[in-house]
């Protein structure tokens, strides 16, 4: 059946109109003009009580459910956003905005440096996930909200709900941070390490000054398949590559032999033509930089109001259980309301994405809760 | 204390010599002339029925124990071979080959190619862990040895002393793999693969015909700096770096901030300048293609007389206890006389390399008890 044009979404761009028109970086740098592309789904009630604000992840974008006018998939967390959804767009009022520092629609590396005329390439400041946040809070104090219902997000979006709530705890009620930390471990900011190094080992790189000759693309493509190991569990690529060969036989040469090969390389050189690689470079920074841990969350706040739900699954090794359990154990110490919940999952950190039923059940009867109260 | 000449050991090099001088290969190819370069520690007695084989890992070479002349560190496993140690060179004749397709001396992808006079390079055949075994086989004919007392290795070296297991049953009496498997999981493939591919992506690498231009440098560093996280445990680095900074504060610059990113730029630059790239993509090529699973293990062997004794290390991750306890399962289908030990280790991977006192008394034991059967 076809749509109707009302039935597309579309992506918005909401630009920092208010003077000074700049962002004020925690690097000391501001950035300006600023631009936040997103999208909303559902209906700003006149309260403007019904607004819930969903981060995305590393590679996310503002377009998170629905269907764009030519799209052939739907948004990357359409199961979880829409009518009788999890995220309810009968009930609520759903943003989605695309981070700074990325490359969807947002002001990032790519961008026009308006004192330049060209790319800011390396030129763009190091931002940080509190960055992040406070450009959101700029675009929800556009929209007239006061105190947003929930902030949900996994895995990086996970890192910007709990940013919300340790920077503006009277602007939000509810939290839902999935499959994330508090801080990366040694073992993450040395996987995003790796990441980087490999797309600056890329001499298409050139300094980050690429845009007219073109992505750096075997560099990114090689720094795209690392993230995909960490982003599958052990088990699920065993129930779904095992050593399965592409062909009858070995080939005794340097092709992709086994099935898992084919899959990363897929998706490695996929990820070349829909990302930019020096956004990769200042997603993976922001969130090596992050760290909420013990006195540096909610620095002004001993007792908190803000009700916390809290998930992990249990096959993720990229952001393991125990940092959701380090996450629970600070939230105590506020005496956060607080429920966590370890899915059992062997999706590995992908779970947040896979993982839709347990998901939709914990979050809408949360959201039904933190409704009533 | 200066060493006296006859203190320092030396690399030797054996050369097929016997007709047809030449390796057959699984891939249906041959090699030769085929050169293993050796150490040998101890004394072969008059029986020959004292010989251990110890076979290296991934990165290893021949050098396993004590210094040669100019060395400032010992051989790579020196802590386990030696007087009163582990592998006790007053007991026993210790043997140590660099395998076919590495860079430390035995006939690899760095070696001239007789037909052209040239480096191998792709030209190379991609060899597999039996050949490796098969090789190590001449060697052990050479010295005229029926029956060695042990063989055993960590990593890859446990992959070829199951190998030797399983394709020379008769020709030993006791194995001891270490923290190995029977095969790669899809995730071990992976990683693997990632790794080939860093060095491949890097236009440095000119189709594997370097040896003129130099190393591809940068995608080495970056192939190894993947390794080198999974050589370590979550907790080992925590321990090791936890959120340590280099420097007093953070650069807000793409500069290694945190102590784990220098160490694994340290750790990857170093590794250039002391492995061959290509070395590199047919090693893990042959541990990608090694499967010993199920029938393929001991195929003409129903009931077996070579004794086991199988360690894994709890937070081994690359190579989990669990693979190790597939491998005992499969030992106890050959009615095999097995041990298994899970070391309790925080070091990850590392472990069969650092936790020498618990190895060593494991070992020991194990071989005063072979000796007396």
């Known amino acids: 059946m076809k749509k109707t044009d009302s039935e597309f979404v579309r992506t918005r761009y909401f630009t920092f ?18 631009t936040l592309a997103y999208e909303t789904y559902g209906k700003l009630n006149n309260e403007k009580s019904n607004a819930i604000l969903v981060c995305h992840a590393l590679s996310g974008d503002a377009h998170a459910a629905g269907f764009q006018e030519g799209d052939k998939t739907a948004g990357w967390w359409d199961d979880m956003i829409g009518p009788g959804k999890a995220l309810d767009t009968r009930l609520y009022f759903i943003i989605c905005s695309n981070v700074i520092g990325g490359c969807k629609g947002s002001t990032g590396p790519s961008s026009i440096n308006p004192r330049t005329g060209k790319p800011y390439a390396i030129d763009f400041p190091v931002i940080t996930i509190a960055d992040m946040v406070d450009a959101q809070k700029h675009l929800i104090d556009y929209f007239g909200i006061a105190k947003l219902l929930c902030v949900i997000g996994g895995s990086m979006g996970g890192m910007q709900a709990l940013q919300w709530a340790s920077a503006y705890p009277d602007n939000l009620i509810a939290c839902i941070p999935i499959a994330t930390a508090l801080k990366h471990s040694p073992q993450q900011i040395a996987f995003d390490e790796v990441i980087r190094q490999s797309i600056m080992a890329d001499p298409a790189w050139r300094g980050g000054n690429y845009y007219e000759s073109g992505q750096p693309e075997k560099g990114l493509a090689v720094a795209r398949m690392i993230g995909h190991i960490t982003f599958m569990s052990d088990q699920s690529m065993e129930e779904k590559f095992s050593r399965k060969l592409k062909n009858e036989k070995l080939s005794f040469q340097f092709t992709d032999d086994f099935e ?22 200042y997603i993976t920074k922001a969130m090596d930089y992050f760290d909420l841990s013990g006195e540096k969350f909610m620095p002004q706040v001993k007792r908190t109001n803000v009700r916390f739900l809290v998930i992990s699954f249990t096959s993720d090794w990229l952001y393991p259980s125990h940092q959701s359990q380090d996450i629970v154990r600070l939230l105590k110490r506020k005496h956060a309301y607080t429920t966590y919940c370890d899915l059992k999952s062997s999706y590995g950190h992908d779970a947040f994405l896979i993982e839709i039923r347990e998901e939709t059940k914990l979050i809408k009867n949360f959201l039904a809760n933190v409704r009533l109260t």
């Open 260 to 281: 898992v090969e084919g899959y990363l390389r897929y998706r490695g050189y996929n990820f070349v033509k829909r990302f930019d690689a020096n956004s990769y470079l």
């Open 17 to 34: 109109a208010e003077p000074p028109c700049r962002l004020e970086l925690k690097s000391g740098l501001s950035l300006g003009p600023a």
